[in-house]
């Protein structure tokens, strides 16, 4: 019996000390200095919690991160070398996130405070309430579109997000946290960045304040209005753009900020971007997505087009990518970003030029890839094969949900993400065909064409790739022949 109660009562100690250790965290602002990092939740039913947080990240010029409750492995690997490398001793959370996550960070050698409330609202209006230096006049309203991150930064107004449905849609009332905000400060300008409904407009305009809506037709028409506006107001000043896609631009504000340049959400792939930064004399480009053809195994159809990269690059402006050259898919495309922008670096390393001498005679790598246990690409992503029988494998990225795949026979395989996507491999006339599919349409094709020196030839839509195997690596090269990817088979792993 006393073993027992001395069981109880260190399993009571370690509660209690969990406890403190976790309300030690406790924060109600988001309080900067240069060695700050901000690491925001962007999942579950924070979603859109982002672009609130992104105004603080963006005016204190300090770096941002975007998080689930668990930070995902391939940037929790990473980040202990980032903050020690960058002299990091802050780290403000906030959102959701796991007790252990907050601990972990905390054992890296930082302050870690977090901001945590039950809602979207009552976060965004608490850290307002207890921020000195932002502008005390001016709110901004939106769904969730970054947009309102870029122009809050500049003006230090409080971006309210209006999407609190676990969706980036707007609810179709004003939430309470927001209306006892206004009702308890003197706002004389309320901004709104998209479209919201009917009921919330109605409620901003019963105040005693300007109501100034800035819209559009698309993504990118509401981009260049906010950016025209900015412009106008002596905000902008350089020859530069980041162009993005809707998910990473909150954690690219900071940078844009910090630069002085226009910055473009273009989940619409409208080109009439092009035309707007052409006249405002823009020459550098930097794209914050990867395009379709830099993915290894696509599945949502969230890139930037390929069609408007060569209207760019036709237009005479200077492209560069913060994402590697090759990636896995658009989510480990996404963690690249995060990384790159961050530590302001690009692609792998390498001098390695393509060598057809050296080649053996493999199946394309995906396929090959089913013989054997476990890999390890250049992107630092593992992957575990496991063989259920001669024709069912089960594969698992560490960055990603699990594969399965099944071969029908030598000249038919099927692959699925378990998540509604689809790709179908046939074999004709020395090249496979891979058909993308989802709710049974085909959105995206690939070719892969077996050359007679071994080698394989990737024919994506916009883009070939040669594929070279020395009988554990595979490495790919673009068409300068200069390797960008490799995925390696760790033979001996058990």
């Known amino acids: 019996m006393k073993k027992v109660h ?22 109600d602002s988001i309080d900067c200095d240069e060695n700050t990092l901000i690491i925001s939740q962007c999942t579950g039913n924070m979603r859109g919690l982002e672009t609130g947080v992104s105004v603080y990240a963006g005016y204190n010029e300090v770096p941002m991160l975007l998080s689930d409750k668990k930070i995902p492995a391939q940037i929790a690997n990473w980040l202990p070398s980032y903050i020690s490398q960058n002299n990091i001793s802050k780290i403000i959370v906030v959102g959701d996130m796991d007790a252990d996550q907050l601990l972990k960070l905390r054992m890296m050698g930082t302050e870690v405070r977090q901001v945590q409330s039950d809602s979207i609202s009552s976060i965004l209006t608490k850290i307002a309430d207890n921020t000195k230096d932002k502008n005390n006049d001016t709110v901004i309203f939106t769904a969730s579109d970054p947009m309102a991150g870029f122009l809050g930064a500049h003006l230090k107004a409080p971006v309210f997000i209006t999407a609190n449905n676990s969706s980036y849609s707007s609810s179709e009332a004003l939430d309470e946290n927001y209306i006892k905000y206004l009702d308890e400060h ?14 919330i407009m109605n409620k901003l305009n019963e105040y005693n304040a300007t109501v100034e809506v800035i819209t559009g037709q698309s993504s990118a028409e509401v981009s260049i209005n906010v950016n025209e506006k900015l412009k106008n107001e002596g905000y902008i000043n350089e020859s530069k753009a980041y162009y993005g896609f ?11 900020i910090r630069s002085g340049a ?26 914050t997505r990867n395009t379709e053809s830099d993915y290894i195994q696509m599945e949502e159809t969230d890139y930037i087009s390929s069609d408007v990269i060569n209207k760019f690059k036709e237009n005479g ?69 496991t063989s259920h029988d001669n024709n069912t494998w089960t594969v698992k990225w560490s960055t990603i949900h699990p594969y399965t795949w099944i071969k029908y026979n030598d000249t038919t395989y099927y692959a699925t993400s378990n998540t509604g996507y ?41 883009k070939n ?27 001996n792993s058990t």
């Not at 260190?10 to 406790?26: E, P, Q, R």
């Not at 809707?246 to 844009?256: R, T």
């Not at 910055?263 to 020459?283: H, P």
């Open 6 to 27: 001395k069981l109880l009562a260190l399993a009571l100690i370690i509660i209690v000390g969990i406890v403190i250790a976790v309300n030690s965290f406790y924060a």
């Open 186 to 199: 003197e706002i004389n300008h309320i901004l709104v960045v998209g479209s919201l409904p009917e009921n």
């Open 246 to 256: 809707y998910g990473e631009l909150p954690a690219v504000i900071p940078s844009v």
């Open 262 to 287: 226009y910055l473009m959400e273009d989940s619409s792939f409208d080109t009439r971007t092009i035309n707007y930064l052409k006249n405002n004399n823009v020459k550098e480009i930097y794209v």
């Open 317 to 385: 402006f200077n492209v560069s990518f913060l994402t590697k050259d090759r990636t896995l898919d658009e989510a480990t495309g996404l963690y690249d970003t995060k990384m790159i922008l961050l530590e302001s670096s690009n692609n792998i390393s390498s001098n390695d030029m393509l060598n057809t001498t050296e080649s053996q005679k493999t199946l394309p790598p995906l396929i090959e890839m089913l013989n054997n246990k476990k890999y390890v690409d250049s992107n630092n992503i593992t992957v575990e094969v």
């Open 422 to 462: 689809e790709y179908y491999w046939t074999y004709n006339n020395n090249s496979w065909r891979v058909d993308y599919k989802h709710n049974n349409t085909t959105y995206y094709n690939v070719t892969w064409k077996e050359n007679d020196d071994n080698t394989w030839t990737e024919l994506q839509q916009d």
């Open 465 to 491: 790739y040669t594929w070279s195997y020395d009988g554990s690596n595979w490495k790919c090269y673009s068409s300068d022949e200069k390797m960008v990817y490799n995925l390696s088979s760790l033979n």
